[in-house]
Nanobody
Framework: QVQLVESGGGLGQPGGSLRLSCAAS????????MGWYRQAPGKQRELVAS???????NYADSVKGRFTISRDNAKNTVYLQMNSLKPEDTAVYSC?????????????????WGQGTQVTVSS
């Protein structure tokens, strides 16, 4: 019923930039918040950045000043612009959405995840 499809990622150089996109599709009613999480090998998944439908943003301390999250509500899409990349940014990045969707004649609220996209920062 609902899908989150990520794009972007890949290999970036230290000091370089990459951009991730995540588009939500399906019988959407409202997207309350969207965000990006990452998980590096041997580490727990952590929140990178999030943004509400009102535009309020939240960032992990490790990415403040380097990453920017934004969203296009008309396209149900969230973006993560990653600048000044560091090797420690290497991880699988996953999109997350807190949303409500239609099922029959009612709407239900749930959390959805994208499939994840690999970001590798290396020279």
């Amino acid at each position: 019923q609902v899908q989150l499809v990520e794009s972007g990622g890949g290999l970036g150089q230290p000091g370089g930039s990459l951009r991730l996109s995540c588009a939500a599709s399906g019988r959407l009613f409202t997207i309350y918040a969207m965000g990006w999480y990452r998980q590096a090998p041997g580490k727990q998944r952590e929140l990178v950045a999030s943004i509400t439908n009102g535009g309020t943003t939240n960032y992990a301390d490790s990415v403040k000043g380097r990453f920017t999250i934004s969203r296009d509500n008309a396209k149900n899409t969230v973006y993560l612009q990653m600048n000044s990349l560091k090797p420690e940014d290497t991880a699988v990045y996953s999109c997350n959405a807190d949303l409500a969707y239609f099922t029959g004649s009612v709407s239900l609220r749930s959390t959805y995840w994208g499939q994840g996209t690999q970001v590798t920062v290396s020279s």
